[in-house]
Nanobody
Framework: VQLQASGGGLVQAGGSLRLSCAASGSIFSVNAMAWYRQAPGSQRDYVAHITSGGAIGYGDSVKGRFTISRANTGNTVYLQMNSLRPEDTAVYYC?????????WGQGTLVTVSS
């Protein structure tokens, strides 16, 4: 199983970015897909998740600004990030939860300038 995250980059405060994460390989069942982020010198923090049933959750710091969604087909999840702040600067990782294991992508860097 591989997860490929993309869409990171440099953006000014107040701007937007859309991250994508595509999971491939022997995936027979999915419990949920999620986004986490890790700023330099900090722990990896939860950002958002979406379950196979469509339930969605967000971390407190991104509620109202970020939106998680998934493609209708395949195992792809998106993170629309609006009203970005310098404190959103981090490497963003996607995670795939299955009944038989948890998988992480390689991360994509988001840098928000003030």
């Amino acid at each position: 199983v591989q997860l490929q995250a993309s869409g990171g980059g440099l953006v000014q405060a107040g701007g937007s970015l859309r991250l994508s994460c595509a999971a491939s390989g022997s995936i027979f069942s999915v419990n949920a897909m999620a986004w986490y982020r890790q700023a330099p010198g900090s722990q990896r923090d939860y950002v958002a998740h979406i379950t196979s049933g469509g339930a969605i959750g967000y971390g407190d710091s991104v509620k109202g600004r970020f939106t998680i969604s998934r493609a209708n087909t395949g195992n792809t999840v998106y993170l629309q990030m609006n009203s970005l702040r310098p404190e959103d600067t981090a490497v963003y990782y996607c995670k795939l939860d299955t009944p038989y294991g948890t998988y992480w992508g390689q991360g994509t860097l988001v840098t928000v300038s003030s």
